[in-house]
């Protein structure tokens, strides 16, 4: 299995709600990322696992929560969205932090927050 | 992590080589540099990287000068779906960060 799966693919949710987003990868790599992207822009780094613990956190407000329940595991906890949080919210992963080896995306959850 | 600028849009004509330039001029020693690209409401799909030499895979060939100061993806035979956003982007590990990448445009 070369994948990293996202579910689900597409989330309509109100400004109330309570979500999660799932990110699913079986290629035994122990670190795993969240990315958010705009339209028409490039992809901007949330969060990092490294070993299940949260190594990085790129100042992201406290509605995104996220959560590494075990190495094959990334969730995206939301609440209390704005509407400009909409956006497609990547996932990825890879063996190891060190710059030796190359990401593996998943095709991403469509978010639309109203 | 340093730094990339790449061309905002690029055409190309279908089975002739795409050559996509990046200019990363503050790399530093232990950085990689990487080439992702992004076809149309995809998630971003890995290329090739390297560190200090000439790297080729099934789908690109990477070219770094000897400073390592920039380097260039080649697609050999471009086809219509090579049609993407290409990013370069430079890293020692631990977070990749997207520039604004260069939107390649085949055409027929």
């Known amino acids: 299995d070369t994948e990293v799966t996202q579910t689900p693919k597409h989330l309509v949710m109100g400004m109330t709600n309570k979500k999660s987003l799932k990110c699913e990868q079986h290629?035994?790599?122990?670190?795993m990322y969240w990315y958010k992207q705009k339209a028409k822009k490039p992809p901007e780094l949330m969060f990092v696992y490294s070993y299940e613990k949260l190594s990085i956190n790129e100042s992201v407000p406290s509605r995104f929560s996220p959560e590494c329940p075990n190495s094959s595991l990334l969730n995206l906890h939301l609440h209390a969205l704005q509407p400009e949080d909409s956006a497609l919210y990547l996932c990825a992963s890879s063996q190891l932090l060190a710059g030796q080896h190359g990401y593996t995306f998943g095709s991403g959850t469509r978010l639309t927050v109203v | 992590d340093a730094k990339t600028t790449q061309p905002p849009s690029m055409d190309c004509a279908e089975g002739r080589a795409a050559n996509l330039p990046c200019n990363h001029s503050t790399i530093s020693g232990n950085e990689y540099v990487y080439w992702y690209r992004q076809i149309h409401s995809q998630g971003p799909q890995y290329i090739i990287h390297g560190l200090k030499n000439n790297e080729t895979n099934e789908m690109a060939s990477l070219i770094i000068t000897e400073d390592r100061k920039s380097s260039t993806l080649i697609l050999p035979h471009a086809t219509l779906r090579d049609t993407a956003v290409y990013y370069c982007i430079v890293s020692a590990g631990g977070k990749l960060i997207f520039g604004q990448g260069t939107e390649l445009s085949v055409k027929p």
């Open positions: 290629m035994g790599h122990r670190a």
